[in-house]
């Protein structure tokens, strides 16, 4: 079983920046992807931010170029920062981790994630 915590969310001005953190019991070094998703209400779950046991990472288009998703080893932990934020960015943000490895093509795929945090809140105000 793998736990993961969220924190870091918060309420911020369009054009802020927040950086959300993940505590993994795991080791995140893994051959699966570990990532970040989110739910704003009435919508469903989308991934944002992905990261691949090459260490590479894969965006949503609606992120690219605003956030970065990374990985402290040292420590197990999963960041995202997110940058130049906008009212459509609000959303219960979650991290995720895989069991198991479907492709690279599918780290963003949240039916494709085992393990899933509480989730932390950011609200992004015009």
């Known amino acids: 079983q793998v736990q993961l915590v969220e924190s870091g969310g918060g309420s911020v001005q369009s054009g802020g920046s927040l950086t959300l953190s993940c505590a993994v019991s795991?080791?995140?070094?893994?051959?699966?992807?570990m990532g970040w998703f989110r739910q704003a209400p009435g919508k469903e779950r989308e991934g944002v931010a992905a990261i691949d046991s090459d260490g590479s990472t894969i965006y949503a288009d609606s992120v690219l170029g605003r956030f970065a998703i990374s990985q402290d080893n040292a420590k197990n932990t999963l960041h995202l920062q997110m940058n130049s934020l906008k009212p459509e960015d609000t959303a219960l943000y979650y991290c995720a981790a895989q069991r198991s490895w479907w492709g690279r093509s599918l780290c963003l795929n949240s039916s494709t994630y085992k393990y899933w945090g509480q989730g932390t809140q950011v609200t992004v105000s015009s």
């Open positions: 795991r080791s995140t070094y893994s051959t699966y992807c």
